[in-house]
């Protein structure tokens, strides 16, 4: 009972921690798989297989709590309780999953975001969106760009200011240069 009480805590805090849980079916991973599975995930995500009465004990009075109503709690199921980067965890975990030559048989059978339950297809697509990571490089490949194009705009009109001088005195040279011979 008290190791039962522990698990709920841990899985409490991991709850109270996260953006974001799915659920995957853990039957059919050796224990060598899981460990790579574990070691391949972005930091900030958690990956523990929870009994099932355990899980409903511990989204009670949390923004998870409508997973018990939901199709999550059925079978052996395997939790990733993602703190941030959620399109880096489902992306990592697809990839690995591929790998192995699982994905037929340990799909994501869905998840919890912000209180509410979505299904395998609305994970694949939040999975999609570009990771914390991609978007601070857009971001920044955005901003790098600006004084660049701001320093062109700026040396434009001093080049063709430089150009109508060169050419005035071209012009004078050739007037003053004819009329001393």
Do not use: C, H
């Amino acid at each position: 009972l008290e190791g039962k009480q522990k698990t709920v805590e841990k899985v409490k805090g991991l709850l109270d921690s996260s953006e974001m849980v799915f659920s995957v079916e853990s039957s059919g991973f050796t224990v060598a798989e899981m460990q790579k599975l574990r070691r391949s995930m972005p930091e900030g995500t958690t990956i523990s297989v929870v009994k099932n009465t355990l899980m409903e004990r511990a989204v009670q009075g949390t923004e998870y709590e409508k997973v018990t109503t939901s199709s999550l709690l059925k079978g052996p199921n395997m939790w990733f309780f993602i703190e941030e980067d959620i399109g880096a965890s489902i992306k990592t975990f697809q990839d690995e999953i591929k790998e192995m030559g699982k994905k037929e048989s340990n799909y994501i059978l869905g998840g919890v975001i912000e209180g509410d339950v979505v299904d395998t297809d609305k994970v694949d697509a939040i999975g999609k969106l570009p990771s914390k990571k991609e978007l601070y490089a857009q971001v920044a490949g955005s901003l790098k760009a600006v004084p660049t194009k701001l320093a062109r705009v700026i040396k434009a009109p001093s080049v063709k200011l430089a150009r109508v001088i060169k050419m005035v005195a071209d012009k004078q040279k050739e007037e003053g240069g004819g009329g001393g011979d």
